[in-house]
């Protein structure tokens, strides 16, 4: 043992919906004591940073029922069953933003909220992009806006980004343009 | 109505545990339908950047049971029932690292996954830490330890950190480097 890791004693199905799939499991501590892990199972999710010809941000307005408010978030969803991360990153930027694109780089894959659930989500760069037409899910509503980094920077200083994909995004974009600027 | 925001109509409890709290709601879409949301309600939680005398990044290495795997994490928590994230971002970082600090600085506020959870992590900068003697909870098994920047950018690159909030932090880092680099 490396005295840190948990053991599965038991698991229990509490609820499968539409995105969340939720257990309640027994483990075995590293001491050999009992606790319980509440696990939220999620498909995974794709987002990705697109950057029109003007060197714009694409961002998507939509409201998110769980915060009760109209969010900014870079274009995002979640996985399809048996659907490959690539292949879902172009689908939701072409629903949401009507764009395709020529090339696009997948720059990481992380975890949002290790602590209840195993959402992995992968994020992806496009400054390629080509316009089209938008078409949503049949209960997906959102409008899409094209923003100035400088501007997109400020908005995460007074508050009106808090999405953490989208704060990612908009660090991301700085550290690159630093990193042009400085080349 | 803003074509965007969806309505209550009923809402229905599954499960309240320790940490998720699930909801599913019924709920009107702006075009008159209906549709279902589920909600993780969730208290919210706190993580800090800490930055020793040294200026290395303290990170903490624990076993994630929803991942079954080992991650490196910023000290991180989630607030207890009425606390203020200001104490709880204190608290987490004695308990996990065993240190307490001069100053801590608010950076950031941001849902880590508004797709299904409304869970809002509050993000906080020290650099002023005074070690002392960590104190975990009975069942958190964790090692505390110091990471170069370089090496941290490095882990970040390799998916040997793969959190989104210490993706961010590394990310904040590097941007607080080039900017003290080029004042």
């Known amino acids: 043992m490396d005295g840190l ?7 229990k199905e509490i609820f499968k919906g539409r995105i969340v799939h939720l257990f309640v499991d027994n483990v075995l501590l590293p001491n050999g ?22 060197g714009k941000l694409l961002l998507v307005r939509q409201y998110r029922y769980p915060l ?3 969010i900014y978030e870079i274009p995002a ?36 909220s290790p602590g209840f659930s195993d959402e992995l989500l992968h994020v992806y760069f496009t400054d390629s992009l080509i316009e089209g037409k938008q078409h949503l899910d049949q209960d997906e509503f959102l409008e ?8 997109a920077i400020k908005m995460v200083e007074d508050h009106r980004i808090y999405d953490a994909k989208t704060v990612y995004a908009v660090q991301y974009m700085q550290l690159r343009e630093n990193q042009n600027k400085h080349n």
Chains 1, 2 share one sequence.
């Open 77 to 112: 969803g979640k996985l399809e069953p048996g659907e490959n991360p690539d292949d879902s990153a172009l689908r939701e930027l072409e629903e949401e933003t009507g764009c395709q694109c020529e090339r696009l780089e997948k720059i990481a894959s992380f975890y949002s």
């Open 68 to 70: 009760d408010g109209i």
């Open 33 to 54: 004591q009992e606790s319980t892990r509440e696990v939220v199972k999620h498909p995974g999710a794709v987002a990705v940073i697109a950057v029109n010809k003007e």
């Open 5 to 11: 890791t948990e053991k599965k004693k038991s698991s």
């Open 144 to 151: 899409v806006c094209a923003i100035d980094l400088n501007e």
